[in-house]
Every structure is written in C-alpha cells, then in structure tokens.
C-alpha cells in the first residue's frame, strides 16, 4: 500500500492524499509463495512473542531475525496510516534444515576421517617402534653403564637394519675417540701433578709438596704433643763445582745426593729437593739436642765418601742448618724459613758445618741479602762504587818494592765495606765474575799508570776458582797483560782450588806462563796436605799464611813450619812471600830465615793507586837498588 499527495499545479497546499493499496488474503499469499520453498505470513504486532532483543532490532531497523533450531524465520514490521505499528510480515525458510544436515555429513565426514589418521598413526608408530625405538631403547640400556670416568665398554645392538648398524659403529667409534682422549688426559694429570709436587731431576718431593706434607705433619705433632725437626742442607761450592764440570755432571751429582738420601732416611721421614742445591730433611720425635744433632751428622755423612762422576771423584760438603718445632715456628713456612736461615749461618761460618737456628740470626740474613743486592745494584752500575787498593811487597834482599798484590774494595755512600764481608757472599751469588773481570781491567789501567811514572810494578790479583777456570779468563788476563806496557800480572789462587781439577788448573797455569803471568799461591799451609801440586802445576810463589805470622814471637811451632816451608820453597825454587807481617820481630825472623818478600802493615796499608805511587817513589828514593 502506497499513499500521494493530491496538490494543483501551482504547487500549492495538499489537497488531500491518494491512497492505492492491494488486498494481501491468504489466497493471495498462497499465490506469492507458491515454488518459492518459503512460508510467508501476516500477523498483527501484538500476536508474535518477541524477546527483548528481538524487540529493540524491530524499533531500530523494522526488521528481525530468530532462528529457532533449524528453521530461520525473518521478520518487517508496517505502520498503519497514522504511523504506527500495526503488522508484521514473516518470512520462514526451512531450507535451513538442509544446511544442517550438511553440516553434520561433514562432521561425520571429519570424524571418520579423524579416525583413520588417528589408526594410521598408530601403524606408523607401532613400525617406528619396531625399526627405530627398540635398538634406540637397546642402545640406551647398553650406554647406561658407560660414564665419563669409564668409557672402555662397547655398544653391541643385534638389529639387521644398516642405519642402525651404522649408528652402533659410529658410537662405538665415538667412545674409543673418548677413551683415547681421557687416556691422554689421565696422562697429563698425572704429569701435571708430578711436575706440582716432584722434583724432575731427582724425582724427589719439591719444594711446594715438601711445604705441604711438613704441615700436615706439623698438625698431627701438635695433635699428639710431640716435635718435629727440619734440616735444611745446601752444596757446599756446587756453583763451582757446576761452571767447572759442566750442568750435566752437576746433575748427575743432584740424581747421587738424591739417592743417599733416600737410602739414609728411607721412609721414616720426609725429604726433598727444594731448589738447585738445596734439600730438606723432616725428621720427628728427636728429644733433644743430642738426638738433633745425631740426626745432623747422619746428613753430613752423605758426604763422607767422594762422588764418582763418571771418570772422576769429587768430594763434596754440606752446610745444614735446622729449626725446631714448636720453638722456631708453629708452621711449615716459619721452619723451612728459620732453618734456611740457620744454613745460611752454617755456610757463612765455613765448609761441611751444621748450626741451629737461634732468634739472632735474622738479622746477619737481612744485611746478607742487602750486600746481595747492593753488589747487584753496583755491579750493573758499572762498577763505581768498586775501588783497586794497592799494598806493596818488599823485598827482603834488595829492600826494594816492585811488587804489589790489588785488593778491592767497595765504598758506599753509607760507608765503606771490606772484603771479608762481600767476597764469600759474592762468590756464592756468582758476582764474584764481574767484579774480577773489572778488576783485571782496572789492574791493567793502573800498571800502565806505574810503568808511565818510571816504576813498573809486577801486580798480583787473587783469583776465585769459577773466575780461573772460566772459558774468558785467559783471553782477559792477556788482553790487561799487553796494556801494562812495562808491568807485569800475577795472579793469587789458594789451595783449595789448585786441587778441584788439576788437570784443567793445570792446562790454564800453562797457558798464563806462556803469556808471561806468575802464579802464586796464597795462604799457604792452611790447605791441604799434598804438596805434590807445587811442581806438576809449576808454581812461582808461595804466601805463607798470616796465621802463623802473629804467633812467631811466642810460638815455637809456629816458627817450625815458616822454617819448614821456608827450606822446601827453596829447596823447589819457589820464592817466598810472608803476609800479614806487622812488627820488627817478625821482619827480623824472616829476614834470618831468608825469606824472598815480605808484606803487611810494618811496610805498609794498602792504599788508593795515587797514595800508593807517592808512596813508593819515597820508598826507593830512600832506599836505592845497590
């Protein structure tokens, strides 16, 4: 139904509506509807039972939707000719049920079909367990018992599949690979902990397992109320003994040394090499004093009988010092350090000595270390600090001085220090090396200074052994010989270092003759016994000993032995040297005893290079050759 508005044509008010409509029965309805599948429906308003919801989408758009079940029913709202809502016109699909039927052929259709995946996944896994899971199971089971400290097992899987063959193979490779390298491993631990806590050389406990085993050691004595004794031995001249011989005898001595240790203290305590040519000895339950120093003499022993090195016998001495606990140190380190200290002393103190440590002896290490470094200090400074002393030799015949003997000595800022002091400690520092060759340079200056000043001096130099028999040793000497011009070089060696090996003493004393050098040999009769050295090395000069010199006036014996050397020097040709003389008696004896030379503090000090040139000029001014 459809309504319009009746207006003229000037296009003024309505005057009236035309209404055209059609009358919808249900035989026209029937008509409308008739092969379109819909059910088609007008009702009034009042008579369909609307929601809320359903009610505010009619008011909103005149429309609405219910879909109850399967059927879907579509809903307009008409207002009647006064502009309200009067019939509702409902249109109902029920192909809808259609759709849901398809919609559960398709569920059904995904059901079945989930199914079959789900059966054919089972197939799947079922065949995967079969081939893949039981030898992987199997595999597991046989590597269970295989762990990261054991890897020697194998794998072994009695399946006939190639892959799996090959997987076995592969495992079975992977842990012989593994088992090599844990090998490989072990080895290195076990050297590793060697090297940590064993002496390579001598396959002794070292110094840092040494420490180790002397704490526990040291805990267990506090434990049972018992003490514990530390020796702490060092080579007696090994330096040398290692520049003259060569490091390989050296080593072999340490492997010997190592042994008689070992053989002497066996398992009852513990030993060790603590670094180059020291050793340690722990030894427990030593009373007292007495048992101590039984224990000392049992490590000196080691000593007794030479080393044979080879085609050669060596005789070597020990210095040993030791340190008590409780009383000098309730831990390791405090008693390595003490008794370290205490052979330090021993060493100091002379040759094969053994001392106890006492609180004191801290302080004589302190100033040994400085010298120590002092020298260092100087040395690589050049040698300024270092000073050539002369003091002269008279000879008793002429009463004339044309020879002299150089002494070094070292002058601080703090004062001057003299040899008796810095020399051993120089020589055992291996600084005794430096500081001759710059002496033998400075001797070879200041007898060019004599020989310019109309006075040659023949000049002596006391020479350590590592310096004699040092590979350098003889080039220098010739090349400070040949800048004297009119002087000449004797050098001064002691006893003791005559015998070290004669054989090699004797082929550099052939050498320093050849090249006009005497050789003397200084402190005479204080050494050793055999005198057959004298003319298989071909010596210039005996000095006997000052020792003797300050008991000549109340001493008989003394006399008799400068007599007695006095009569064999003659007897061989060798010219006599005394030192140490320091009164008229003395000059007077020797003089009767016709002793070649004299030297000491009755003639004079020894002196600075240009005290001592004044002092000779005066000397022969007043005393004129005949």
């Known amino acids: 139904m459809s309504a319009y508005p009746i207006t003229d044509t000037s296009g003024g008010n309505a005057a009236g509506t035309l209404i055209l409509g059609r009358v919808i029965d249900d035989e026209e309805i029937e008509v409308m509807t008739e092969g379109a599948g819909v059910n088609f429906t007008v009702t009034g308003i009042d008579r369909v039972p609307f929601s809320t919801s359903e009610l505010e989408s009619l008011n909103t758009s005149k429309r609405a939707l219910v879909i109850d079940g399967g059927v879907a029913t579509a809903y307009s709202s008409f207002d009647d000719i006064f502009g309200d809502t009067a019939l509702m016109v409902s249109v109902q699909d029920s192909s809808r049920a259609l759709y849901m039927r398809g919609v559960l052929l398709i569920t059904v259709i995904i059901i079945l079909a989930a199914l079959g995946c789900g059966l054919a996944l089972i197939l799947v896994l079922n065949l995967l367990g079969k081939i893949i899971l039981r030898p992987l199971t199997g595999l597991v089971t046989e590597l269970e018992g295989i762990n990261h400290e054991r890897v020697d097992g194998r794998v072994t899987v009695n399946e006939s599949s190639l892959e799996m063959s090959n997987l076995t193979n592969a495992i079975n490779s992977m842990l012989n690979h593994i088992e090599d390298e844990q090998e490989q491993i072990r080895k290195k631990n076990e050297s590793l902990y060697k090297s940590a806590h064993f002496d390579a050389l001598t396959g002794l406990s070292n110094r840092t397992s040494a420490t180790e085993d002397l704490e526990e050691t040291v805990k267990i004595a506090q434990t049972g109320g018992y003490n514990v004794t530390v020796y702490y031995m060092d080579i007696d001249r090994f330096k040398f003994i290692n520049d003259i011989l060569g490091h390989r005898l050296g080593n072999e001595l340490m492997q010997m040394i190592a042994e008689r240790l070992q053989n002497t203290f066996g398992g009852e305590s513990i030993y060790a090499r603590m670094h180059g040519d020291e050793f340690l000895v722990c030894v427990e339950h030593l009373e007292d004093k007495a048992d101590r120093q039984e224990c000392a003499s049992r490590i000196m022993d080691l000593f007794a009988a030479p080393f044979q090195l080879r085609d050669r016998k060596i005789e070597v001495s020990a210095s040993v010092g030791s340190a008590l606990y409780p009383g000098d140190g309730l831990d390791a380190d405090t008693l390595i350090k003490n008794a370290e200290i205490a052979m330090y002393q021993a060493k100091e103190s002379g040759t094969g000595l053994y001392i106890a440590y006492k609180k004191d002896l801290h302080d004589a290490l302190q100033r040994k270390v400085r010298i120590e470094n002092q020298l260092r200090t100087s040395i690589h400074n ?60 400075e001797c070879g200056r200041q007898g ?90 071909s010596i210039d000069r005996i000095k006997i000993d000052r020792s003797f010199m300050r008991g000549l006036e109340a001493s008989e014996d003394d006399r008799s032995i400068v007599r007695a050397i006095v009569a064999m020097a003659k007897s061989l040709g060798i010219i006599v040297t005394a030192e140490g003389v320091e009164d008229q008696f003395q000059y007077n004896f020797l003089r009767g005893m016709d002793c070649d030379e004299i030297q000491g503090y009755y003639i004079s000090r020894p002196v600075e290079a240009d005290q001592y040139i004044n002092f000779i000029n005066e000397w022969n001014e007043h005393n004129p050759q005949d």
């Open 382 to 441: 050049g040698c300024r600090e270092f000073l050539a002393y002369f003091q002269p030799k008279l000879s008793v015949e002429t009463g004339r001085i044309e020879q002299c003997e150089a002494l070094i000595r070292w002058n601080l800022p703090e004062g001057m220090i003299f040899p008796d002091e810095f020399i051993p400690q120089a020589e055992e520092s291996g600084l005794i090396v430096p500081m001759t060759w710059w002496m033998i340079d």
């Open 448 to 537: 060019r200074r004599f020989s310019d000043r109309g006075m040659p001096m023949s000049i002596a130099i006391n020479i350590p052994a590592q310096v004699l028999l040092h590979e350098e040793f003889t080039e220098r000497i010739a090349a400070a010989q040949a800048a004297m011009g009119g002087s000449n070089l004797e050098i001064e060696i002691v006893e003791r270092t005559l015998l070290d090996d004669i054989d090699m003493v004797g082929a550099v004393f052939k050498t320093l003759h050849e090249g006009g050098v005497e050789i003397s040999v200084d402190d005479f009769g204080t050494g050793y016994s055999s005198l057959s050295y004298l003319n298989k090395l």
